[in-house]
């Protein structure tokens, strides 16, 4: 089924290893962005995932699409254009020292998008689902109309819409979240957050939690999601729950809403984590794939919390596991025994 996902997609640094950005004589390059992991865990999954963005004309930017083909994402809507592509520098954090990110993506090529860039209903032709998150219009210029136009032709089309809140408090403020999102936010079916999203962008927070303490209520999360049902029309509301006991030790967990019951995943005690940045975009990829094949809820939730549960063993953005490994884990295998 055909599945499309618009943002930007970096190039992420990183020190080998733990070393800290101080230390580092070189730094590994590779591939992210939150919609384009969503579009390659689909892709691997065997949907047809297509990935819009904008992209520089040069050989960094065909590198971006490179990485992109490489896993069977399709690139027909990337447009290509602008003179540079976003970085991030990621410096891994580990037992009490918390991971690090530095934003390098002012005057991106996405960044400097035009109105006219992106021809909708011919990239709408035949698709299934559309996918956004909060990053994209935080990066500014003109992607908040673009992202608006993208929400209202999708819809038009009948094309489901899910959205990541993803905020990230180093692109905009609070109040410059709140007010952008409940506008895009008309258009979605499907919201996705974290522990925190629904606070950071619409005040709406769980009584009895303390994030940066390690401390989760998770029947607080029964109220987040109803919250955010009711106040934003939305048809179905997921969330993550990550308790972080430190950066190498977290608990992962899900709960799904779908309008009239809430349903719990299974928590997995995620003792040593080897990279846990793009395990909330893994969980919306299978959420999507789950949803757009016809499991029930809880199947759908169990999927996508054991897919992101094995997102943490993983170097880089990209989740790089099967649906069958995926299956085995959300069916009680974890033990991580050789197989043979």
Not at 135 to 153: D, K, R, S, V
Not at 179 to 186: L, N, Q, S, V
Not at 218 to 232: F, H, M, N, P
Not at 316 to 330: H, I, K, W
Request: proline content about 1%; aromatic content about 10%; some cysteine.
């Amino acid at each position: 089924m055909k599945v499309v996902t618009f943002g930007e997609i970096m190039l992420r640094l990183q020190p080998e290893g733990y070393y800290r950005f101080v230390q580092a004589d070189s730094f590994s390059a590779t591939y992210s962005g939150a919609e384009a992991n969503v579009a390659i865990s689909l892709a691997n999954y065997g949907d047809d995932a297509f990935f819009v963005t904008k992209l520089p004309p040069h050989e960094i930017g065909q590198c971006a699409i490179n990485a992109l083909r490489k896993y069977g994402v399709h690139t027909d809507f990337i447009k290509r254009g602008g003179k540079r592509i976003g970085i991030y520098y990621n410096e891994k954090g580990a037992s009490q020292r918390s991971s690090k990110c530095i934003y390098d993506r002012a005057y991106s090529a996405i960044a400097e998008a035009s109105l006219d860039d992106f021809d909708w209903n011919t990239i709408f032709k035949d698709c299934k689902w559309f996918h956004i998150t909060g990053i994209t219009p935080a990066i500014g210029g003109n992607l908040p109309q673009i992202c608006m136009q993208a929400c209202e032709c999708a819809k038009k089309m009948g094309v489901t819409i899910s959205c990541d809140l993803n905020y990230r408090s180093k692109l905009w403020t609070k109040e410059q979240a709140q007010k952008t999102m409940k506008d895009i936010c008309k258009y979605v079916d499907l919201c996705v957050a974290n522990e925190e999203d629904a606070k950071d962008v619409f005040g709406i927070e769980a009584i009895g939690s303390d994030v940066e303490g390690g401390v989760l209520n998770k029947d607080g999360y029964v109220s987040v999601a109803r919250q955010l049902a009711e106040q934003l029309n939305f048809k179905q509301v997921a969330i993550t729950l990550r308790t972080s006991i430190n950066a190498s030790h977290n608990k992962w967990a899900g709960l799904f809403y779908d309008g009239s019951n809430f349903y719990y995943s299974r928590e997995y005690d995620i003792a040593s984590i080897v990279d846990r940045i793009g395990s909330g975009d893994s969980f919306t990829a299978s959420l999507i794939h789950s949803l757009l094949h016809g499991k029930d809820a809880q199947s759908a939730l169990d999927f996508a919390v054991a897919a992101s549960c094995l997102k943490h063993s993983i170097e880089g953005d990209f989740n790089m596991v099967s649906e069958e490994e995926v299956e085995r884990l959300a069916s009680g295998t974890g033990s991580g025994r050789i197989l043979r």
